[in-house]
């Protein structure tokens, strides 16, 4: 598999002079997601973690309900790209929502290829779990990540999602160009890895859009944290999904933007003894 990172030569201007240099980009590659031999979608992404990346996809676009449906992943690697060849198990995939991919999907996009309103905006799963933590809690996760991202340290251009609980710390942490592609290989990792997103938290390094919000909830995780902003219909879609969404997270401080109760900051508790 080729690397996810590439030397290139610069010519570095500073003060009016310039001089030879050199610096790490990432690589962004086609990778063809194959579905019993038809190919549903063309995604520019990272070429590392492609059988996490098949694997999340597949659950978050509705291809599959659960592990047991993917029967077998093959990546291939060519000149131009590379293919995840997978397979479903008999049945698999029947009565899901299947959002058709048409197109290519541009590396920072998430509902290219979509053909229909109804299909982009589907109704979220409720995420159900009582899972709480506390503010500290919420900074330790956000601080987690950061020396967690390998890939981004050398090149500084990519997003990373990562899951992390009070009992385990950071549990996984993927990488990729694109921050959908990126969530979508943690989502992969932790599914084939066996761990319960309703313990802990989700970290994005990333604006919170709705296409974010609407893999959360097909996780389950209930906690989404972010370093950058939410969108209006981001936070419409995770108060339907019944997800805690905590944004602007920097050194110590972060807004809740959803489902407060959740984080335990003492203020939903205030309230309460008030109204009494």
């Known amino acids: 598999m080729r690397a996810p990172l590439s030397r290139v030569e610069t010519v570095r201007v500073r003060d009016g002079g310039a001089r030879a240099g050199s610096r790490t980009v990432p690589e962004e590659v086609p990778v063809a997601l194959v579905y019993d031999g038809t190919t549903h979608a063309v995604m520019l992404a990272s070429p590392c973690d492609i059988e996490d990346f098949a694997t999340g996809f597949s659950l978050t676009e509705g291809k599959i309900a659960r592990l047991a449906d993917l029967r077998e992943i093959e990546v291939v690697e060519h000149a131009s790209g590379i293919e995840a060849r997978i397979w479903l198990a008999p049945g698999a995939g029947r009565g899901a929502a299947q959002r058709r991919r048409a197109m290519l999907g541009p590396t920072g996009c998430g509902l290219c290829g979509i053909d229909s309103l109804e299909t982009a905006l589907p109704a979220p ?5 009582a899972a709480r933590f ?4 919420i900074v330790g996760a956000v601080e987690a990540v950061r020396p967690a991202q390998v890939l981004n340290r050398e090149a500084r251009a990519l997003h990373a999602a990562g899951f992390w609980t009070p009992a385990a710390g950071l549990v996984a942490l993927r990488e990729d160009v694109g921050r959908h592609n990126a969530l979508d290989k943690l989502v992969g990792a932790l599914l084939r890895a066996g761990v319960d997103p309703a313990s802990g938290i989700l970290v994005l390094t990333s ?14 995780v209930p906690v989404l944290v972010a370093v950058s902003a939410p969108t ?5 879609t995770a108060e339907a999904a019944g997800i805690t969404v905590a944004a602007v997270a920097r050194g110590d401080a972060f807004e809740i933007f959803t489902r407060p109760d959740r984080i335990a ?3 939903e508790e205030a309230r309460i003894r008030a109204a009494g």
């Open 232 to 236: 209006a219909l981001a936070l419409e």
């Open 207 to 220: 604006r919170v859009s709705v296409e974010l919000v609407q893999k959360a909830a097909v996780l389950g």
């Open 125 to 129: 799963p409720v995420v159900a779990a």
């Open 265 to 267: 900051t003492g203020l």
């Open 134 to 137: 506390t503010p500290a809690e």
